[in-house]
């Protein structure tokens, strides 16, 4: 054999592989002889070597199980991949699983046979989740093939080729001791951290998958991305390589992020079109921010400015980035009245309406709000509050540079002092203003008389410092959570104070009680989160404040200054930059340095009284209105310069007015008490009698019929035309899409009341349309209102229970708003929301004015429920009228209810971040729960067909809500 010194392709030296497998061989490691000699079988020549190879493998006994695991591999990804693409019932039903349960050949020939085993179980109330686990006997004939015991011993150290049959040892012990894999692609704990479910049948993951890959498609993509990674790496990389869940790409790990989500919602939907012609006298203003809780100096400063802003006619909305309900337990607009300021603006969590969202400016208040504003187009102008230096905020690093990057963004920004200012202008070349911080002079004040003055010097009397005659407080800045203000620094230099003559005592604040770590040296009290009030209390008693600002300058040191209590702040290039001299006390950033400053204010009263004396009257020349007036002025002259653009509408009916659209004919009423607009596409004869009915409803005025027709060829147009007057409008058929084709219907009616039904909603009484619209009358703060669905006569049982059942809900509560209810609107609980927005464009009717403050959302489904939405959080209410009431339904087969779930599902998770998807397991029992209580309600005879209907339903509806979820995440390209 002649093995020259080459190397293969793959840059495998295979002469000295050759050679160390001999040595393996004649010393008898095994181990190292099965590696080796699976190096030399992937290698791309000499086949002589690798015939030589096999013919020894052969010879050796113990070796005899080894297989090349190239053939391993390929047949696992061939015949795992060609089960992976069968129908919807391969999806759901482990059909190959119960074959092998139940001694059934699980052919596609057999396949009916099972399915119809299995409904007949689940009719008397079992599930497979409960008929799954299986004897390893059955398991283990199914696994062998795609088992790799060449890899698993030389991964294995205490395996070793020749120690122990490595499958036997897989199956018995394999799945209960870490890292145990079958193979070099598949990997238990990936399996099982992508599907956690896949633990509770008790199967070995490996048959799991490879009997059922329809129902594992993420574990599918990171299996051919680690066999594409192997074939390019090469087989020496792939004997050494052990995949981790690390290693698979971002993009397949099954962990959905709701603020990406928003951004793709913000790409596709925001848009240059949306917006209107700018009032400068009257702007609109959003301002997406962090969430927060009490005690936040930045969004104290956020909250200030907005309170200035509408003060002068800005109308401003608060969109919370990462909102979480449980910080905000009565709504997020009262934990901003309880803790900041009082606000008429319109608060709100971050969602998917901002993506529909236009207005004059928006502006960013951190670097994580940026993304949000920056890639919005449906405002005139972007501006970027810039309040620190948030890079500072990070170690050098991923944070950090995507902190800085955006001030690269094109924002204009409005910072908080001149040492931001002047680096937004020279180092980011930004358009840019700065204010100046100031303090509430209704809170922050010194001491009205020299009797006040002196309380603070009188002795305290608590035990534990009473055998002193001076005690000296200090009030220190604590916040512990927040790295820049070097809190631990502080305490440091703090517990080197030393005096025989004074008692120190240290007056924490600013974080939560028992945050601080304090030094047993130190006298310290732990105020925790103080109000603003009880915070000026605090430093009129108190002889020196400490407070650092390691980035830029902060409010609390002016807060202080205010009551005339002297500062030590850190020396830094922003402080230096803010703060003449003589107004603070500078320290380094040294313990001993510290300690020896603030050693210098506590023995010379004079020198913190000029002190105190100079930064009071620095301060006090500033103030919040003139602040803020220079931030109102800023933004009001940028929006100038874009009121100059032209072709923005000023109204919404200006808007879709001017889309496009042809009036074919003219209803001939002037003035019409009611609007009803129907859309439609080949209506056919029901169309005809839904006309009928409508032209002849008992209202108190002229009646508007308004059809908006998408490219009908059965007639049904035609005939209407004949036989009724009414004002019809053609569209394009790809110019038809829910949102904007009702909206042109409500900006072509010349009522105030505008009602909706579809081409197959009926009416059934002729005083339907007063029902409907006889709320409006009675309350101006009602936006919308909408009538009962009731079955058509002809369809089945199970749809006409199943439409009362969610109407007869409703009747409950038949007047919804917001208003006293935030606590539950806000809450965790999604279904309380679900059930307030629930609206229906199948039968309903909205108030014109308010539509032109809010109108549709120009989507392609679900724009009634994300319309009533957005109406109830602008404080408007809706109305359900039980006695408006249409035939309106759809008598699916489990295709046509499949479909209909999986799109409701798609646009909910899109629109509103709700999933309707579940687990596996919960999918199973949820079926078998439903169906065993819908077969228990059921006042008709037992009937197997109906109920196999029943059952094929309610499978289709939980499959089709899964169906929606893993769609929405394959076409925006994220969460798979």
């Not at 129908?87 to 349960?101: A, E, V």
């Not at 105190?612 to 002025?633: C, G, L, P």
């Amino acid at each position: 054999m002649n093995s020259k010194n080459i190397e293969n392709k793959n840059g495998i030296n295979v002469k000295k592989i050759y050679k160390s497998f001999q040595h393996s061989i004649n010393s008898n490691d095994l181990k190292e002889a099965a590696g080796y000699g699976r190096l030399i079988l992937e290698s791309d020549y000499p086949n002589s070597l690798k015939r030589y190879v096999e013919q020894k493998l052969k010879q050796t006994p113990q070796l005899a199980f080894l297989e090349k695991e190239s053939d391993i591999t390929r047949r696992f990804i061939r015949e795992v991949s060609s089960k992976s693409t069968g129908d919807l019932s391969d999806y759901w039903l482990p059909w190959r699983i119960l074959g092998d349960y139940w001694g059934i050949e699980p052919t596609k020939k057999n396949k009916g046979i099972i399915l119809k085993k299995y409904e007949s179980y689940l009719r008397e109330g079992f599930n497979y989740i409960d008929i799954l686990p299986l004897k390893k006997e059955i398991t283990r004939k199914f696994i062998r093939p795609y088992f790799d015991g060449s890899h698993y011993c030389c991964v294995h150290e205490d395996i070793g080729a020749g120690k122990t049959d490595p499958f036997l040892h897989y199956i018995n012990f394999g799945l209960n001791e870490p890292n145990r894999e079958p193979n070099s692609l598949f990997k238990n704990d990936i399996f099982w951290s992508i599907y956690p479910w896949t633990k509770i049948p008790g199967l070995n993951p490996l048959y799991l998958f490879t009997r059922w890959p329809e129902q594992f498609p993420i574990m599918m993509d990171v299996i051919s991305a680690n066999y594409s990674i192997n074939l390019t790496l090469g087989c020496e990389n792939k004997l050494k390589r052990k995949a981790k869940y690390d290693d698979v790409p971002a993009s397949k790990k099954y962990v959905p992020n709701n603020n990406d989500r928003l951004l793709c919602l913000i790409r596709e939907y925001s848009a240059r079109s949306c917006r209107k012609q700018t009032n400068v006298g009257k702007p609109v203003i959003h301002f997406v921010v962090p969430d927060f809780t009490k005690g936040g100096g930045g969004h104290m400063t956020i909250f200030r400015l907005i309170k200035h802003l509408e003060k002068y006619d800005f109308s401003c909305v608060i969109w919370i980035k990462d909102f979480d309900p449980s910080r905000h337990p009565l709504g997020p607009k009262n934990s901003i009245s309880s803790n900041y300021q009082v606000l008429n603006s319109c608060v709100r969590p971050l969602d998917g309406h901002y993506a529909f969202a236009f207005g004059d400016a928006v502006v960013a208040t951190s670097w994580d709000t940026v993304d949000f504003v920056a890639l919005h187009n449906g405002f005139h102008e972007k501006f970027y509050l810039v309040q620190d230096f948030e890079p500072y905020f990070y170690p050098k690093g991923a944070n950090s540079l995507k902190a800085e990057f955006t001030y690269k963004k094109s924002l204009k920004t409005i910072c908080a002092g001149s040492w931001l200012d002047n680096l937004m202008r020279t180092k980011y070349g930004r358009t840019s203003v700065c204010f100046p911080l100031s303090y509430d002079p209704e809170y922050y004040f010194p001491c009205h008389t020299v009797a006040e003055q002196a309380d603070h010097n009188e002795n305290n009397t608590e035990e534990s410092i009473s055998s002193h005659s001076k005690i000296f407080r200090i009030a220190v800045y604590a916040r512990a959570r927040t790295d820049r203000r070097a809190v631990a620094l502080a305490m440091e230099g703090l517990s080197l104070l030393k005096s025989d003559d004074y008692q120190i005592c240290l007056e924490l604040f600013g974080d939560i009680e028992g945050s601080v770590s304090v030094p047993t040296s130190i006298v310290a009290f732990d105020n925790g989160i103080l109000s603003s009030k009880e915070l000026g209390e605090l430093y009129r008693s108190c002889d020196l404040g400490v407070t650092f600002s390691t980035t830029n300058y902060a409010l609390v040191p002016q807060e202080m200054m205010a009551c005339k209590l002297p500062v030590v702040e850190i020396d830094s290039e922003s402080t230096r930059a803010i703060y003449p001299p003589e107004v603070v006390s500078f320290v380094a950033p040294d313990p001993i340095e510290i300690a020896k400053e603030i050693q210098k204010l506590l023995s010379d009263p004079k020198k913190r009284s000029i002190q105190a004396t100079n930064a009071y009257r620095w301060v006090s020349a500033t103030n919040w209105d003139k602040s803020f007036e220079i931030v109102r002025n800023f933004i009001s002259e940028e929006l100038g310069k874009s009121a100059n653009q032209k072709n923005f509408k000023t109204t919404t009916t200006e808007f879709y007015l001017n889309q496009s659209y042809r009036i074919i004919s003219r209803q001939r009423n002037a003035c019409p008490a009611v609007t009803v607009v129907i859309p439609t596409l080949n209506g056919g004869k029901l169309l005809q009698l839904v006309v009928s009915k409508v032209l002849s409803q008992n209202i108190m005025g002229p009646l508007e019929l308004i059809i908006i027709d998408s490219g009908s060829s059965d007639g049904s147009i035609q005939w209407c035309q004949e036989h009724f007057d009414f004002t019809l409008v053609s569209i394009r058929k790809d110019d038809f899409q829910h949102g904007r084709t009702r909206n042109l219907g409500v900006a072509l009616a010349k009522s105030e009341y505008v009602a909706f039904l579809t081409q197959d909603a009926l009416p059934v009484s002729p005083d339907w349309l007063k029902y409907l619209v006889a709320p409006f009358e009675r309350n101006k703060n009602i936006a919308g209102c909408f009538g009962r669905h009731e079955a058509y006569p002809e369809h089945s049982a199970h749809l006409k229970r199943s439409l009362n059942l969610h109407f007869d809900k409703l009747k409950s509560n038949s007047n919804v708003k917001i208003a006293g209810i935030e606590k539950y609107f806000y809450s965790c609980d999604i279904s309380i929301r679900q059930a307030m927005h629930f609206f229906s464009d199948n039968n309903s009717a909205l108030r014109k004015s308010i539509w032109e403050k809010i109108p549709y959302p120009d989507v392609q489904f679900g724009e009634d429920q994300f319309w009533a939405d957005e109406i109830l959080i602008q404080g408007f209410e809706k109305v359900y009228v039980d006695r408006a009431l249409v035939f309106h339904s759809h008598d699916f087969d489990e295709v046509g209810e499949y479909e209909r779930a999986k799109t409701e599902s798609f646009y909910f998770f899109k629109y509103f971040g709700y999933r309707l998807d579940l687990d596996r397991p919960s999918i199973e029992c949820s079926i078998q729960s439903r169906v065993i209580e819908e077969l228990a309600k059921s006042d008709e005879p037992a009937n197997l067909v109906d109920e196999r209907k029943v059952l094929k339903l309610f499978r289709a509806t939980l499959e089709g809500h899964s169906a929606g979820v893993r769609m929405f995440k394959e076409l925006s390209g994220w969460g798979h």
